[in-house]
């Protein structure tokens, strides 16, 4: 069972790791909007820019 | 100074001169709270940045947390299993690595707890957050102390599990909040910054091009002023109330209303700021700007409802600080008897009670409810104005309504044309049409809305008789269109009525005008003030719920009687003037009856100011000066069934909320004394338990019943 002082150490590690991955997925804002993407590819991107007609 | 609690906003009054703002901001981070001047993109940036905090706090929390309880099962099984020997070694460097995931745990996920709870303590006032934090902290100095000595238990799994479910309920918390505050940030949100301003084109310019000539500017629609004419294109929002003036369109109002077809909208129409203006650009005289908006005026109604806390709110928020105090002190007298008795499992006795008593889900119960059902309601377009307004309505009664522009749109329209000569029905409506062409009357509207195919008759030697009738040649031939009275006086041609002779059914429905000339009878024009849709359903929807409806009218008797019988009201008064309304409710309400009044508000202010739930139709005059707990913003009068059933829902999940808050404390806080339950329980019994509130209370958000 000495092998666990050595695999626990590498757990935390990896724990960090993950935890990092975890807050720059979060600040990058992948979390904001749960639903919406499931959408973009419905959403056409072909309108012409708002000119107004007169 | 008013504090808005779901909002999260305080509206501060001050002199400038006597005291920077910057002082009133200090001050307040002072009290440990953070403040900046109102901004909607602001808050909705403070919202994403507090969720993505929240969220990393709950997923650093779970992360760790799994660490921590994985190794908890490592250290059980070794105290379980003695087949197999833990050595001693094993078991210390479990702990250190367990009290080592533990730490950011505490300090970063739960940081919120300590914050909030030590903030409270310097305000000398006692939240759910301070027994919680003592938990926290003894469970943790009696763990790390037993890991360095190598004595004694750990509980490092059961602070995880508490943080961690915690964290859940109140980002739960948070989201329906959110949730509440979503359709009235929408509100805030529509309003265009800029307008396109015309400036007509000079006098000497002629009348071609109309368009052309005129300037259109785009400026800041802050700088609008009633009379301003703006062009608003298809696709844009409108900035302020207004009038069309020119252009045919369709406008979406279903923001403020909650209707979702496009309302058509010609010349003569008014707008509301905050619609969408959907096909064709229209010309609009602007009527008011700012803060005298429609929008704004419910805005503002809104917000001032919501700052009035709820009865239920206050007294449980009083309850619950004398609570904590309770359980501090429960605490206390179990952990030292559980000391003298049992010293090796004292610690985790005192950690349970802590935790286990901790007030949560009945902090939580009331205003999760009140900001779901709110929420839910104005999606629906009823405004809830009142705090307190929704437990009446859901305990009321009787329901009085008032007839004209409630009950019935206020608008006439043709019923019934008795011919009396040869001509067709069609010609007879052109001609009363041209006679009517330049009223503006209700009943011209009526007629011209009835024949409204086909050119009007040119006519000449037009006189109007206000509230009589009309005269005007047409081709040569006079023609006389009005009262019974009116054209007996013009012509002689119909006999003098007796006032009780005229007790036809026709009569009691709407009113009559003849279209006569010189010598004939041309026809009669029934003209009824139609009821609106929806009433019939409402009626017999109150009528199955064993509701008493009574119908309250300053029209005579007869005809409100008429009314309320086809309808089915259990009982029809007319005759009332808007003192006799007072009194007759007031006598009600002296009785002890739960009494809802629906009116529009016009003539019925002062009976809607007395009575305990007042309802009052949206297209009523100012709506700033309604005393009306509820509004229909839409003015349809089915949304009082469905604002009932919800009332009576939001009651529904009310008491269950109290009832399971309650009831948890009152079966856990025995069994933690006596040591039964473990901390790891209690931290998951008592998140659990505020869990369950606020889903509870989500429930209300959720349900759409068939609109």
Redesign the interface.
């Given at each position: 069972m000495e092998v666990l002082y050595l695999l626990i150490p590498l757990s935390l590690l990896l724990v960090l790791l993950i935890a990092c991955l975890l807050r720059w997925a979060i600040r990058s804002g992948q979390y904001d909007d749960l639903n919406g993407p499931a959408y973009r590819i419905v959403m056409d991107d072909d309108r012409p820019p708002d000119k107004e007609i007169d | 100074m008013v504090v808005n609690y779901s909002t999260h906003t305080a509206e501060v009054l001050w002199q400038p001169a006597r005291l920077p703002l910057s002082h009133i901001l200090a001050g307040i981070h002072e009290l440990g709270f953070q403040a900046w001047p109102f901004h909607h993109k602001q808050k909705a940036l403070q919202q994403?940045q507090a969720?993505?905090t929240a969220?990393?706090h709950i997923?650093?929390a779970a992360?760790?947390g799994m660490?921590v309880m994985m190794?908890s099962i490592g250290l059980y099984f070794g105290a379980w299993n003695m087949a197999w020997d833990m050595d001693a070694d094993?078991q210390r460097?479990?702990h250190w690595?367990a009290m080592?995931?533990t730490v950011?745990v505490m300090v970063y996920s739960g940081q919120s707890f300590f914050i909030n709870a030590w903030r409270d303590l310097k305000n000398r006032s006692l939240s759910m957050d301070v027994p919680v934090v003592l938990g926290l902290t003894i469970a943790f100095i009696g763990s790390a102390l037993a890991t360095v000595s190598g004595r004694g238990e750990v509980y490092f799994d059961s602070i995880c599990v508490l943080i961690l479910l915690l964290l859940i309920s109140r980002y739960f918390e948070f989201q329906t909040r959110l949730d509440a505050n979503r359709h009235l940030e929408k509100l805030y949100r529509v309003k265009p910054d800029t307008a396109n301003k015309i400036t007509p084109a000079p006098a000497d310019q002629t009348d071609a091009d109309q368009?052309d000539a005129n300037q259109i500017d785009v400026i800041p629609a802050i700088k609008l002023q009633p009379g301003d004419l703006i062009l608003v294109?298809?696709?844009e929002h409108i900035p302020v109330d207004g009038v069309v003036m020119s252009g045919d369109s369709a406008v979406d109002e279903a923001l403020l209303t909650g209707e979702a077809r496009p309302v058509t909208k010609k010349a003569g129409d008014a707008l509301i700021a905050g619609s969408t203006n959907m096909y064709a650009?229209l010309t609009v005289e602007v009527t008011a700007v700012g803060n005298n908006t429609r929008l704004q005026q419910i805005l503002r109604l809104i917000e001032q409802g919501h700052q009035q806390k709820p009865r239920l709110t206050a007294i449980i928020n009083r309850f619950a600080g004398g609570f904590v105090m309770a359980v501090i002190l429960i605490a206390c007298v179990t952990g030292v008897y559980w000391y003298l008795h049992d010293a090796s499992s004292w610690l985790g006795v005192t950690i349970a009670v802590l935790v286990v008593t901790c007030p949560c889900a009945l902090s939580l119960a009331t205003p999760t409810a009140y900001t779901a059902a709110n929420n839910a309601m104005l999606g629906r377009g009823v405004a809830v104005l009142g705090q307190n307004v929704l437990q009446a309505l859901a305990a009321a009664q009787v329901f009085i309504f008032d007839k004209t522009g409630t009950l019935t749109t206020g608008e006439m329209q043709v019923s019934g044309l008795t011919l009396f000569s040869g001509l067709s029905k069609a010609h007879c409506l052109k001609l009363a049409a041209s006679l009517e062409a330049k009223s503006d009357h209700q009943i011209a509207r009526a007629i011209r809305a009835a024949a409204d195919h086909g050119e009007l008759l040119p006519t000449c030697n037009l006189v109007n008789h206000p509230g009589a009738g009309v005269t005007a040649k047409i081709d040569q031939c006079h023609y006389f269109l009005g009262s019974a009275a009116f054209i007996n006086r013009q012509t002689g041609l119909l006999p003098e009525q007796d006032e009780s002779a005229g007790d036809t059914l026709d009569e009691t429905i709407g009113m009559e005008v003849f279209l006569t000339t010189s010598t004939a009878v041309l026809c009669a024009i029934g003209l009824e003030d139609y009821p609106r849709p929806g009433v019939g359903a409402l009626v017999s929807y109150l009528n199955a719920q064993a509701k008493q409806t009574i119908l309250l009218s300053g029209d005579r008797q007869r005809l409100v009687v008429a009314i309320g019988d086809k309808l089915g009201f259990d009982e029809a008064i007319g005759a009332q003037l808007p003192e006799g309304k007072l009194a007759y409710l007031q006598e009600k309400i002296d009785r002890g009856d739960m009494v809802v009044m629906v009116g529009d508000g016009i003539n019925d202010a002062p009976a809607l100011a007395v009575s305990p739930v007042s309802i009052a139709m949206g297209n009523g005059a100012d709506i700033s000066k309604l005393n009306a707990d509820m509004i229909l913003l839409n003015s349809d009068l089915m949304q009082i069934t469905e604002a009932h059933q919800l009332a009576r829902r939001f009651v529904r999940v009310l008491k269950q909320n109290i009832l399971w808050a309650v009831g948890y404390n009152l079966l856990a806080l025995p069994l933690a004394i006596a040591g039964i339950l473990t901390p790891w329980l209690a931290a998951i019994g008592m998140s659990v338990s505020s869990l369950i509130v606020v889903l509870n209370s989500t429930r209300l958000a959720r349900l759409r019943t068939t609109a």
């Open positions: - | 994403t969720k993505r969220l990393l997923g650093s992360l760790f660490q190794i094993m460097f479990l690595v080592l995931l950011p368009t294109y298809a696709g650009p």
